[in-house]
Antibody, heavy 120, light 108 residues
Framework: QVQLVQSGAEVKKPGASVKVSCKASGYTFDSYYMHWVRQAPGQGLEWMGIINPSGGSPYYAQRLQGRVTMTRDTSTSTVYMELSSLRSEDTAVYYC?????????????WGQGTLVTVSS | EIVLTQSPGTLSLSPGERATLSCRASQSVSSSYLAWYQQKPGQAPRLLIYDASGRATGIPDRFSGSGSGTDFTLTISRLEPEDFAVYYCHQYGSSPQTFGQGTKVEIK
């Protein structure tokens, strides 16, 4: 079965960086785009960007440009999201989500979420 | 970017009642590329509706979506106890993709 398993919770100081991983299994890794979505405590969802696991340049939300980097490792079927120059406003649960097209369109599988806390 | 405004913020209803949730876009959503997600506390969102009115795999037929252009609606025909949750609309027709702020459906 399809699974997206994310790395564990992180606590970081302002100005630091964090790298969250998302390991995919149960399907052909490079056949589906992967997105990252975050959710601040008690708030709504914010789209962060997209990466094509088969290659090509990722595409990031403009408000995160320069601070976010998405990469992938096809040998381990893992995508990564790194966010730098962390601020308190970056405290959130970060999700990876698989994008499906065809008979259904949308984020059909999600990781379990990774809580990143930014605090001095 | 397209701003999605959901209303109402909270909907207080009883099981068996009909729920009507609204999502209004600041500009037309290309090709009705609008989805609805359900989220329960501590869980990741779950895809319900895509392309404004398509029901995702495994979603009960009490969930239906409609609309086009700038006005979209999610209807739950008869609320079941497991339907009390937060619902988000999401547009993927224009970049950046954006989400609404959510509507909470709570038990009255």
């Amino acid at each position: 079965q399809v699974q997206l398993v994310q790395s564990g919770a992180e606590v970081k100081k302002p100005g630091a960086s964090v790298k969250v991983s998302c390991k995919a299994s149960g399907y052909t890794f490079d056949s589906y785009y992967m997105h990252w979505v975050r959710q601040a405590p008690g708030q709504g969802l914010e789209w962060m960007g997209i990466i094509n696991p088969s290659g090509g340049s990722p595409y990031y939300a403009q408000r995160l440009q320069g601070r976010v980097t998405m990469t992938r490792d096809t040998s381990t079927s893992t995508v990564y999201m790194e966010l730098s120059s962390l601020r308190s406003e970056d405290t959130a649960v970060y999700y990876c989500a698989r994008w499906v097209t065809g008979t259904t369109v949308g984020f059909d599988y999600w990781g379990q979420g990774t809580l990143v806390t930014v605090s001095s | 970017e397209i701003v999605l405004t959901q209303s109402p913020g909270t909907l207080s209803l009883s099981p068996g009642e009909r729920a009507t949730l609204s999502c209004r876009a600041s500009q037309s959503v290309s090709s009705s590329y609008l989805a609805w997600y359900q989220q329960k506390p501590g869980q990741a969102p779950r895809l319900l509706i895509y392309d404004a009115s398509g029901r995702a795999t495994g979603i009960p037929d009490r969930f239906s979506g409609s609309g086009s252009g700038t006005d979209f609606t999610l209807t739950i025909s008869r609320l079941e106890p497991e339907d009390f949750a937060v619902y988000y609309c999401h547009q993927y027709g224009s970049s950046p993709q954006t989400f609404g702020q959510g509507t909470k459906v709570e038990i009255k």
